[in-house]
């Protein structure tokens, strides 16, 4: 599933990375705990999470994900946005709860991890 297709379908908006907009994700992860996103093997994984702190985008540098929506409406800030663009990882923001986008993406074709 193409990053462009998802920011649609969650009615998200990107925050940055919109050189992601092309990029195809495979897997969706949902977690709040950052351990458990440590704990991933594989590729293409699009981390879904409500979590809007810094400690979100270093979890997610040092497990090679590029591509992270943050669900809640929770917005995020200038040094999530910078440490973001300085990892090359896309930021998504969306209205919708973790459940609800994990559930619209599950039936949008996007794979579970587990």
């Known amino acids: 599933m193409k990053i462009n297709e998802v920011i649609n379908i969650i009615s998200g908006t990107i925050v940055c990375g919109k050189n992601h907009l092309d990029m195809d994700v495979k897997y969706g992860f949902a977690s709040d705990m950052m ?3 440590l704990t991933l093997l ?3 994984i699009l981390l879904i999470t409500g979590l809007s702190n810094s400690q ?5 540098e040092m497990s090679d994900i590029k591509n992270i929506i943050i669900g809640r409406n929770k917005q995020v800030t200038g ?3 910078k440490l973001a663009n300085d ?3 896309a930021i998504i923001i969306s209205p919708f709860s973790l459940f609800k986008i994990s559930g619209i993406l ?4 996007l794979n579970s991890i587990y």
């Open 79 to 81: 040094d999530m946005i």
């Open 106 to 109: 599950y039936n949008g074709d």
């Open 42 to 44: 594989e590729n293409d």
């Open 35 to 37: 351990s458990d996103v």
């Open 87 to 89: 990892a090359d990882i």
């Open 56 to 60: 979100t985008i270093r979890t997610a």
